[in-house]
């Protein structure tokens, strides 16, 4: 069966998307559903190539990283697959580890430029409607910092928010009572009447 | 931070057009923004690029932003202006995509 291919052109980056359509869910011939290869060449660096399961991991780690480089965050990502640490603002290292063992790690240097060029092809890549991403499931590590403000934003809604309603519920109902019901007065009135 | 003395919020439509138009100069002018950006990683080679920017860059604070805030004059000190600089230019150049103007709107409400 011929496969489609699609590339993706941003200055000196350029991404080519290898795979097939999902006749089950009725799709054209020139739609990409099923990934098989994807290649990621730069000019002047070795080419970066891998399966699909790979493509998903590497595009989430340039997405974190950029967001990481200019929110001031301390700028490095590490998972099972990939590490990019910035050696400076203008620089940045990334090192790509196989899945196949005895394959020593490819260590790339890139500038601000083809950082940008890279993610551009990638942004081109999950706006084209001609190729669909299934989300993967492997997981990645956040930089523990990143990671721990998520978790506390998580926590402190679920610690605080219960309680903090289940009060206010309280006074809002117990306040009705205060305004309705008040036995002083009553027996004020009954004094009156019967002034024994 | 601008010279102007009149302070006027703008409305949400104003400020999803400026987004728009700012994205749509970006994709435009990507190709200098790339230069920009290339030419303070290898400063020795390139440090023409980078020095007229700056320089331009200086002119036009000098002429519409007031001197006078101690924030303008950080971004007028060329030996601290730098990073500002290039962060504001890596945020043009991740947003050329189709839907760049949410993502700069995002980058800009974390900012």
């Known amino acids: 069966m011929i496969q489609n291919k699609l590339s993706f052109h941003q200055s000196s980056v350029s991404l080519e998307i290898i795979g097939l359509p999902d006749y089950s869910n009725n799709e054209n011939k020139d739609q990409i559903s099923i990934i098989s290869q994807w290649k990621l060449t730069i ?18 780690a340039f997405y974190i990283y950029s967001n990481l480089l200019i929110k001031n965050e301390i700028p490095i990502y590490q998972s099972k697959l ?101 036995p002083f007065e009553n027996i004020e009135k009954k004094e009156l009447i019967n002034p024994e | ?17 400026l987004i728009k138009i700012t994205v749509e100069m970006s994709k435009y002018l990507y190709p200098y923004i790339r230069e920009i950006l290339k030419s303070k990683e290898d400063i020795k080679e390139n440090s023409i690029i980078w020095n007229d920017f700056n320089k331009r860059f200086i002119e036009l604070i000098k002429e519409r ?22 962060k504001s230019l890596l945020i043009l150049s991740f947003c050329i995509s189709n839907k760049g103007h949410q993502k700069l709107k995002n980058f800009l409400y974390d900012f």
């Not at chain 1, 000019?43 to 989430?60: A, N, Q, R, T």
């Not at chain 2, 931070?1 to 009149?6: D, E, F, T």
């Not at chain 2, 006027?8 to 439509?13: A, L, R, S």
């Open chain 1, 43 to 60: 000019v002047d660096k070795p080419l970066i190539e891998g399966k699909f399961e790979h493509l998903g991991p590497i595009m989430d």
């Open chain 2, 1 to 17: 931070m601008r010279k102007s003395y009149v302070n006027n919020n703008i409305k949400v439509n104003q400020f999803d057009a």
């Open chain 2, 65 to 86: 932003f007031n001197a006078d805030s101690m924030r303008v004059k950080k971004l007028l000190n060329q030996s601290e202006n730098g990073e500002i600089i290039i």
């Open chain 1, 82 to 182: 990939i590490d990019i640490k910035a050696d400076n603002l203008h620089i940045h290292n990334i090192v790509l580890k196989s899945s196949k063992a005895n394959v020593k790690p490819l260590v790339l240097k890139i500038g601000n430029s083809l950082l940008s060029d890279t993610i551009n092809c990638f942004d081109q890549l999950n706006e084209s409607p001609k190729v669909r991403i299934k989300k993967t499931d492997i997981t990645y590590n956040i930089p523990k910092k990143l990671r721990f403000g998520l978790n506390n934003k998580v926590k402190f809604f679920n610690v605080f928010i219960p309680p903090f309603i289940a009060i206010c519920s309280l006074i809002l109902f117990s306040s009705s009572f205060i305004y309705f019901y008040s």
